[in-house]
């Protein structure tokens, strides 16, 4: 064990397919656990969402770095026999299908508990195992437009829009995770058997997401202000910036860098609560102030008034300033089968050095043949489960 790779040593056997749960299997193999990857021979279906380079997709390389990948039957006899051996030793178990579908195939908590007494069992679901739409098909857009996230988010139109990343999802993995790493400290002075049923729901995640906005809304009313105006995004003359403004000294700072003093004692707007009763008719009276400056002479007037404001970058901008600086945000991964080296974020809290080397995303059941040796099996039993359609090994299906 190392402070690089705390889990180095840790066993995680990853059912999950999607976005949601594989990510925490990801974020454990980054921090150096044995993660396998169980998926069916068709492939955890993150491989067809958006563009295909040969066997991935964004997604299926975002959420798998560092796996190992087995691809398995689990209808099929051997493939339950299969994957009883890699539970047998392992520390953690990732699942994200609907509440009831692995007790269905035989694989549910008590099953497994059964077996295996001290695994860290994860379940991750839509609405959640005790909720009246737990059968319900969900993903990261269904629980965005649950929860109000959708219809807080509405463009100048006032269209509610879908926030385009994957933010439910995102949350869920890094709760998740925290969850999985409380387990595991817990387990180490717990008494026999010390494992644990992890439930979480995308629900529970998105709902926690929003926390401040429900309690806002719930205080103020719906029309309740997301920041303090004139807070927000402003067309400059040539491109679009962010501006935040928090005390009544911002306020006055922001009106004398954009020339115009007056304004911020003018009595309709010389207290926060007058701004927020008119907030609209306010950033009306706003724009032309920005829109007649370029973003050079914002960003000199700005900075100088301590201003908290960004320019708005797209994430190709984002991708090439970053790269420009020669800060550590960002590394270049090289994805077989993809056309180009790959911006992959370092992962917050994981040292520097945890990063050097070149991780990737398996194809589906690239390492199936190892990893059914390593169970024990020999070359003849591999090659007979395989014509059963028990197993998948890479472009074999």
């Known amino acids: 064990m190392s402070y690089e790779k705390p889990y180095a040593g840790l066993k995680v056997i990853d059912l999950s397919q999607g976005l949601a749960a594989p990510y925490v299997g990801m974020l454990l193999a980054q921090h150096g656990a044995d993660v396998i990857k169980v998926e069916p021979p068709a492939g955890d279906w993150s491989r067809i969402l958006n563009q295909n380079y040969g066997d991935h997709t964004a997604f299926s390389v975002a959420a798998n770095l560092g796996k190992r990948s087995i691809a398995l039957d689990l209808k099929h006899p051997k493939g339950k026999e299969i994957l009883w051996r890699l539970l047998a030793d392992a520390d953690v178990m990732i699942e994200g299908f609907r509440p009831g579908v692995l007790a269905r195939l035989g694989f549910g908590y008590a099953e497994v508990a059964q077996r295996a007494p001290r695994i860290i069992y994860l379940s991750i679901s839509g609405f ?190 984002f991708v090439e300033q970053e790269s420009k600086t020669g800060s550590s945000t960002l590394r270049w991964l090289h994805q077989p089968g993809v056309p180009r080296d790959l911006p992959m974020p370092r992962i917050p809290g994981l040292p520097i050095a945890a990063h050097e080397a070149a991780l990737v995303a398996p194809s589906c059941g690239e390492h199936t043949m190892a990893i059914l040796a390593q169970c024990g099996y020999g070359e003849r039993d591999i090659e007979e489960m395989r014509l059963s359609g028990a197993v998948g090994t890479a472009n074999k299906g």
């Open 128 to 317: 959640g195992p005790e909720h009246p739409l737990k059968a319900k098909a969900a993903m990261d857009p269904v629980l965005q437009a649950y929860t109000g996230l959708v219809s807080a988010n509405r463009g100048e139109d006032g269209t509610p829009q879908r926030i385009p990343v994957s933010i439910v999802d995102m949350s869920t993995s890094l709760y998740a995770v925290h969850a999985v790493s409380a387990a595991l400290f817990a387990r180490q002075t717990a008494p026999e058997p010390s494992g644990r049923h992890i439930e979480i729901s995308l629900l529970e995640a998105s709902a926690s997401l929003v926390a401040v906005r429900l309690l806002a809304t719930w205080l103020d009313g719906e029309n309740a202000p997301v920041s303090t105006p004139p807070s927000g995004s402003f067309e400059a003359a040539d491109g679009w910036l962010q501006v935040q403004v928090i005390q009544e000294t911002d306020w006055q700072a922001l009106c004398t860098a954009l020339g115009a003093s007056g304004l911020a004692f003018d009595e309709r707007y010389n207290h926060r609560n007058l701004r927020n009763r008119r907030a609209k008719e306010l950033r009306e009276e706003m724009r032309p102030l920005f829109k007649r400056l370029t973003l050079a002479e914002l960003s000199d007037r700005l900075g100088a008034a301590d201003i908290l404001f960004e320019r708005l970058n797209t994430y190709g901008d």
